[in-house]
């Protein structure tokens, strides 16, 4: 009974952690945000597992982006809907409410990302609004509005900004480094990769994607040191093309090339009218799991008890 012999394997490689490597692991919102999903290996194919985000309650909490802050591993979602930051069990779903915004927002998207140099969450949104979340006391500050730059080739041009991430972001024993302040991000009105100054709100065109953008999307960037005293970082991204409302996950360049351009790599599409929001990539030795489905191990249970009852007949 080959089929019987090699279940049992296939099963103990998914209920069985993976051999640790520096890797980058994705995890994404579906459902409208309503649920977390495990990409696994960030250009992988296999499909997500996911876990619905919920309050005590019970009641679902939608989430317009996430990110692991990089000392704990804790991870952070924000909610456009309730103008809000939670803290999120990856395994249970189980969302935590820590602090909503000073003023209710009309921003359809909130992204958020760990600003490694002073250990802090940057918060910004598709309205212009720029904050910064303090975990250790729960509050939200306000800083100046997202605008271009005067010179810049987008100035003058509002902003739609639905991802950021910061470059040269490690863990580093609670001792963040300067080098983690360099924050991007992506703006759907300009349909570019910019640069976000902080608390002084201000953005600077990298280059272009060379298609129009909806704010349905994410950014993260995974750094790792260099062993030369400075980091690499590769950028990854959601990006949904307004024409035809396809969503894909890239590996992107976090510089132009010669004629203005953003190269992209797909990595994996998910399709039209996906509904697939925000991304936080995270080592694989440092990322958290979520549960396989219920079928998955009743399945491997039943095996199990065949393979059990077999060597039970033969040493009958």
């Known amino acids: 009974m080959p089929f019987i012999r090699s279940v049992p394997l296939f099963l103990a490689s998914l209920l069985l952690p993976a051999a640790a490597s520096a890797a980058p692991i994705g995890f994404t919102l579906g459902d409208g945000g309503a649920s ?83 250990d802090r969450l940057r918060v910004v949104d598709t309205d212009t609004a720029n904050f910064v979340f303090n975990q250790t006391n729960d509050t939200i500050t306000q800083f100046t509005s997202l605008l271009y730059v005067p010179g810049d080739a987008n100035e003058g041009t509002t902003p739609d900004v639905f991802a950021n991430a910061y470059r040269d972001s490690v863990a580093n024993g609670g001792a963040p480094t300067a080098e983690g302040s360099m924050q991007m991000a992506i703006d759907a009105a300009t349909g570019s990769l910019i640069t976000l100054g902080n608390n002084a709100g201000t953005l600077g065109t990298v280059g272009s994607f060379g298609f129009d953008l909806t704010t349905q999307g994410g950014f993260d960037i995974f750094s790792t040191f260099d062993g030369m005293g400075g980091f690499d970082d590769v950028g990854y991204a959601i990006l949904t093309d307004a024409g035809t409302g396809i969503t894909g996950l890239f590996q992107i360049a976090l ?15 998910f399709g039209a009218n996906a509904d697939i929001r925000g991304l936080a990539v995270i080592d694989s030795r440092d990322a958290p799991a979520i549960p396989l489905p219920a079928p998955v191990f009743l399945l491997a249970t039943a095996i199990a008890g065949l393979a059990g009852l077999k060597r039970f007949r033969r040493a009958a």
Do not use: Q
């Open 36 to 118: 977390l999903l495990r990409l696994g290996p960030i250009a992988g194919s296999a499909s997500p597992l996911s876990v619905a985000i919920r309050d005590s309650s019970g009641a679902s909490i939608s989430l317009t982006d996430i990110d692991f802050e990089k000392e704990t591993g804790e991870l952070y979602g924000s909610s456009a809907a309730n103008d809000a930051i939670y803290l999120i069990n990856p395994t249970t779903g189980l969302a935590t409410f820590r602090a909503g915004l000073p003023a209710a927002s009309a921003a359809d998207v909130i992204a958020i990302d760990w600003n490694n140099n002073i």
């Open 255 to 269: 510089s132009a090339d010669s004629s203005g351009m953003i190269a992209t790599t797909l990595l994996r599409s």
